[in-house]
C-alpha cells in the first residue's frame, strides 16, 4: 500500500504517461485488500483488472527477469553485496524500458 501512495502518482509522471495511464491490477490477494482497493478507487480511477498473478500481462515481472539476467554474472558472497548489487543493476535499467513495457500493454491485452 505505501509503495502505491509513494511512488505511483510520481512514476506516471516521470514516464509521461499521465493523459492515458491505467493501473494494471493482477489480483494478487495482497494487492485486493480492501485498503488498496479503496486507495485505488479514489486515487486511480481507471483500473485493469485480469487473471490473478498473469506473467505475460504483469509488466513488473519483465522487470524482475530483466534484473535477474543482469545479476547471472554477479558473485556474492553475502547479503550486503547481493543488496548492493541487486540496487546497482535496478538502478542501471533505464526509464525507456519501464515506458516501453508500460506502453506494451495494449498489445499484450
Not at 504517461?17 to 493501473?23: A, S, T
Not at 527477469?65 to 548489487?85: I, V, Y
Not at 538502478?91 to 499484450?108: A, D, F, G, Q, T
Request: aromatic share 6%; charged share 25%.
Amino acid at each position: 500500500m505505501a509503495i502505491l501512495k509513494n511512488n505511483l502518482k510520481e512514476s506516471v509522471q516521470k514516464l509521461g504517461i499521465e493523459d492515458n495511464f491505467q493501473f494494471y491490477q493482477d489480483n494478487e490477494p495482497t494487492h485486493t485488500a480492501l485498503d488498496v482497493r479503496s486507495w485505488l478507487l479514489y486515487n486511480c480511477p481507471k483500473v485493469i483488472k485480469s487473471l490473478a498473478q498473469s506473467p505475460d500481462l504483469n509488466v513488473i515481472e519483465h522487470l524482475w527477469d530483466e534484473l535477474g539476467r543482469s545479476m547471472q554474472n554477479r558473485m556474492c558472497t553475502s547479503k550486503d553485496q547481493l543488496k548492493n548489487a541487486l540496487q546497482e543493476e535496478w538502478n542501471k535499467i533505464s526509464s525507456n524500458v519501464c515506458k516501453n513495457l508500460v506502453e506494451s500493454m495494449p498489445r499484450r491485452l
